[in-house]
Every structure is written in C-alpha cells, then in structure tokens.
C-alpha cells in the first residue's frame, strides 16, 4: 500500500507541473494572438473588436501621460484624423500570475494625424485578467523610447 501510495504521489508531481507548464504555454500563445489582433483591430479602425478586448474597468496611460477611461478609449480610436497605417509588437514577454498575466514588449507604430506622419518605437505593459471564461485587458501604458 506504501509503493502504490509513493508511486501515485511521484507521478502525480511528475505530471501534474508539466500541465501546468503546457497550460501556461498556451495562454502565453493565446496573449500573444490577441496582443496582435487588438493592433490589427486599431489599425482597421474596429471598435467593436477592441471593445471585446477591454474590460469594463479598463485604464489606459499613453506615453504623454494622459489617463483615459475604456470610452475614452474607443472614442479616440473613432477619431478620424488618426490613421495607423502599421503597428507592430516585438520582443514580448507574458508574466502569468493565476488569473491574470502581463504581457510587456516593444512597438513600432507608423501613421499620420491631422495629415501629418508620425512614427512611435516605445515599450508596452498590458495587464490582462481572465474573467468569465475569456482574458480581457484590464490597463495598458505605453511608453515612447528615445533614440
């Protein structure tokens, strides 16, 4: 009874973190995708994309600091002086912490506003919570590198 006792409790510390280890690989790829899809989902300008992303709470802080609400949000993606015309993320890394991840990396994002170009390189931190079977991003900060 001790060996079978032993032999279930060495495979269950043998099996039960490579679960672990898979399932956070998968959220880390899931992250990633949606990391993606939010941009390509700005630079088309969906609103209703990006809504689903976002939870109710959401904060936003842009690289001039100012602080904006899930609404205000969406409601500068609307704008149509802004046009992304490329946004990219590179070198991202999730964090995961039970329910909830960071996600942190750089972006490259071109454009124009008001008819003049712009290009932005800067670094991201995301802060995603998985809530009702789904992970949503609850803040987002940017900042811009200089250089």
């Known amino acids: 009874m001790k060996t079978a006792g032993a032999l279930l409790t060495l495979l269950l510390i043998t099996v039960i973190p490579g679960m672990a280890g898979n399932e956070a690989d998968a959220d880390r790829g899931k ?18 994309g990006v809504e689903q992303l976002l939870a109710p709470m959401f904060i936003y802080t842009d690289y001039d600091g100012v602080v904006q609400d899930k609404k ?15 946004m990219i993320n590179a070198d991202a890394q999730v964090f995961p912490y039970h329910n909830a991840a ?34 949503v991003c609850v ?4 900042s811009l590198i200089k250089g």
């Open 31 to 48: 992250l990633i995708a949606l990391e993606n899809a939010w941009n390509q989902a700005q630079m088309t300008k969906d609103v209703s």
């Open 72 to 86: 205000q949000f969406l409601d500068d993606l609307k704008d149509p002086a802004y046009r992304a015309t490329s």
């Open 102 to 135: 960071v996600v942190v990396g750089t972006y490259h994002t071109k454009g124009t506003y008001k008819g003049k170009a712009f290009e932005h390189r800067g670094r991201f931190t995301d802060t995603w919570m998985y809530q009702d079977g789904k992970w």
């Open 139 to 142: 803040a987002s900060h940017i």
